[in-house]
């Protein structure tokens, strides 16, 4: 039963975060293409990492890093009143980096592939 209400709290925070990283964060350094991936809380509910997917270079992820950490508190805050539970956990900010990977296996079967026609020929 615990199992579900965590993957519900970390489903509705994710969508709630997001919301509140798009409209409410006013950070010159926040780059313009941010995502929410995935929340991760705690089983006491007290933390929760919060993975983010940055569109850009790497000076654009460390600076969107920066700039959510720094607002951690406000986006808590702001989040707290759109979420109805006893105790709104300290937040974390993580890169998701599972889309780089993603694009590296398949740039690397791409090129597999790529060789194994080379050598049919």
Partial sequence: M??????????????VLSEVIRK???DPRLAPLVTVTAVDISNDLHHA???????????ERRETLEALESAAGF????????????YFPTLTFKLDTSVDEQLKIDALLHKIHKEEENRSQ
């Fill in 24 to 26: 409410e964060v006013k």
């Fill in 49 to 59: 990492k919060v993975f983010i997917s940055v569109i850009g270079g790497e000076k």
């Fill in 2 to 15: 615990e199992k579900k209400r965590i993957k519900r709290l970390n489903s509705l925070l994710k969508e």
């Fill in 75 to 86: 986006i808590g805050v702001t989040a707290a009143k759109l979420v109805t539970i006893r």
